[in-house]
């Protein structure tokens, strides 16, 4: 053979060897996959396990008795890989957990179908549909995140898709979802700038929306719950009608009412039918165990047994309620009375909410006192929840205190008759920063990274540069 002829040939057996590598380096690669996939054999090593579903999810995943499947709508080459790699979780955790992408780009008419009161919805959504009913949950892309600003731009902080799409689920799971009504017309907390009560209800798979009790375009049913936020206006004569119909047929309401929201003649009337009346009395805590910086910043003794602190007890979570009135309780027939929370023996009631000072005076009236109760006809199954106060989630730092928001959320789900309450904590994005305990740590690490490391460098490099030039 000529040795052009075997360069050519050699050339060849090369050109194969490689190409047959690539074969192998790729079928290796499916192969693999496949076995991670079957096997569950990934490994999550962010701090904030933001690829992992926690022991919740699992727990509903495991007693999911329904096919469902995940429509993610990322157009092609945009994909939130963080959001596909989550969804494998699911699946591998449940056999009825089926993921399809569908580029809305491709099929500009398949959102559409899932489009309800005329919103929209967005590229990068979620939609979680029941394969054998129409019940199907829509979650907005931005909605999976939580965000922050900073110097007009939007930086995602935290992720919350677990929660998002584990309430889901959960929700479709549980039958048709339940609406909880922000009831407007009264001078209430403005929902649009306390935007975190209705993000934190929706993120549990309710539906949320503003309701007017008159001029409305959905009429209530018994999967509805009304949330009466500190009205500081009483209802009308047609209002009062409207609500007292609707909760004599079973109905659902939430009623937090503020120390100052003057005299609320038609509410007191649909306390009255389940045998409660609200004072107008400002509780005051004498002893320092039972409020935290103020006098009126109550630190309540807990009713362990009422069915709306469920998450609040096995949390051993505290609750501070600012500014609190009294509840005083009368029996009536078919009505079971609970209580939530008392402020303790020491305290007492400013019978002038205006006072200028906080002091016992006379005829101010003697604690404990009731501060918030459930109640429920056992005959037509209406329940209402009411609490002499709103201020515990009237502003964000308030809510913050641990068991406030949890407060909320276990109130509205006990009166909306929610079983079970989804809540998984978010999953921060920002890494940690490096926590320097003392200045003298502080100039050793100093001196550790601009001295001690570079000149080792130097040395090593130094000795393996002479003991190649003696070669």
């Not at 992408?101 to 979680?128: M, R």
């Not at 807990?302 to 509840?327: K, M, Q």
């Not at 949890?406 to 079970?420: H, I, P, Q, R, Y």
């Amino acid at each position: 053979m000529k040795q052009k002829d075997r360069k050519g040939f050699k050339n060849v057996v090369l050109l194969g060897f490689v190409v047959l590598i690539v074969i192998c380096a790729v079928v290796i690669t499916l192969v693999a996959e496949k076995i991670e996939d079957k096997f569950n054999l990934r490994w999550d090593v962010t701090d904030s396990q933001i690829y992992s579903i926690g022991d919740t999810t699992k727990a509903l995943l495991k007693d999911l008795d329904k096919d469902i499947t995940v429509y993610t709508t990322f157009q092609s080459g945009q994909e939130d890989l963080t959001i596909r790699e989550i969804l494998k979780r699911y699946k591998q955790e449940s056999g009825h957990i089926k993921t399809v992408n569908v580029d809305p780009v491709e099929k500009p008419f398949f959102l559409q179908q899932y489009e309800t009161d005329g919103e929209s919805i967005e590229a990068s959504s979620l939609i979680i549909q029941d394969n054998n009913s129409e019940e199907f949950r829509v979650i907005n892309g931005q909605d999976l995140y939580e965000w922050e600003l900073s110097e007009d731009q939007l930086y995602a902080t935290g992720m919350i898709a677990e929660q998002r799409i584990t309430a889901a689920i959960a929700s479709i799971q549980g039958g048709s979802q339940t609406t909880a009504y922000f009831v407007t017309g009264h001078g209430e907390m403005n929902v649009t700038e306390e935007y975190y009560l209705a993000d934190t209800l929706e993120s549990d798979g309710y539906k949320v929306a503003s309701y007017d009790l008159v001029y409305n375009n959905a009429a209530l049913t018994d999967k509805d719950c009304l949330l009466f936020l500190s009205p500081t206006t009483d209802l009308t004569d047609e209002e009062y009608q409207i609500t007292k119909e609707f909760i004599d047929n079973g109905g659902r309401a939430v009623y937090l009412i503020n120390l100052l929201a003057g005299e609320l003649k038609n509410f007191g009337k649909l306390f009255e039918d389940f045998g409660l009346i609200l004072e107008d009395d400002l509780i005051v805590e004498a002893d320092s165990k039972y409020y935290l910086n103020s006098q009126i910043m109550i630190k309540p003794e807990l009713n362990e047994e009422s069915p709306a602190l469920r998450s609040i007890i096995e949390a051993d979570a505290g609750v501070v309620l600012p500014r609190c009135r009294g509840i005083s309780v009368e029996d009536k027939e078919n009505i079971e009375l609970i209580p939530i929370a008392y402020s303790s023996e020491s305290s007492y009631g400013k019978v002038n909410p205006y006072t200028e000072t906080l002091e016992k005076e006379e005829g101010d009236t003697a604690g404990p006192f009731l501060l918030g109760v459930t109640a429920e006809n056992s005959q037509t199954g209406a329940k209402m929840l009411l609490m002499g106060n709103n201020d515990f989630v009237s502003t964000l730092d308030n809510a913050k205190h641990d068991g406030n928001i949890a407060l909320f959320m276990d109130s509205v789900a006990w009166t909306s008759g929610k079983e079970e309450s989804v809540v998984i904590q978010p999953k921060t994005l920002v890494s940690a920063p490096l926590n320097i305990t003392s200045t003298a740590a502080s100039y050793r690490l100093k001196v550790l990274v601009i001295a001690v490391i570079p000149i080792l460098i130097l040395i090593f490099g130094s000795i393996v540069w002479r003991r190649r030039l003696s070669r």
